[in-house]
Nanobody, 127 residues
Framework: QVQLVESGGGLVQAGGSLRLSCAASGRTFSSYSMGWFRQAPGKEREFVAAISRSGLSTYYADSVKGRFTISRDNAKNTVYLQMNSLKPEDTAVYYC????????????????????WGQGTQVTVSS
């Protein structure tokens, strides 16, 4: 089992940047493919980005491609989401998620494939 704690959210002006972190408990972090999702008020949770166990494979939603970068540090049990050129429509609660998998280079974009979720961190982008 793994516990996930997100941090790094806040209020930023449009065009600005934020870096989210997600710290995982346990000694098997490298066994998990990781993902970031977000949920805006009144909307369904949507996929943002994913990274494989090895860190060699990544996948992004079209809405964030070229602006957001997902990365991980298995030695620190942490996954990151660097968000640049933020837009008001990026405003949401951001969640990290973990999927235990035997596949080193697989990434997943469906929320149902993830086994563990953090509590979320609020990101607000003002215009």
């Amino acid at each position: 089992q793994v516990q996930l704690v997100e941090s790094g959210g806040g209020l930023v002006q449009a065009g600005g940047s934020l870096r989210l972190s997600c710290a995982a408990s346990g000694r098997t972090f490298s066994s998990y493919s990781m993902g970031w999702f977000r949920q805006a008020p009144g909307k369904e949770r949507e996929f943002v980005a994913a990274i494989s166990r090895s860190g060699l494979s990544t996948y992004y939603a079209d809405s964030v491609k070229g602006r957001f970068t997902i990365s991980r540090d298995n030695a620190k049990n942490t996954v990151y989401l660097q968000m640049n050129s933020l837009k008001p429509e990026d405003t949401a609660v951001y969640y990290c998620a973990a999927d235990r998998t035997f596949l080193s280079n697989s990434v997943y974009y469906r929320a149902g494939e993830y086994d563990y979720w953090g509590q979320g961190t609020q990101v607000t982008v003002s215009s």
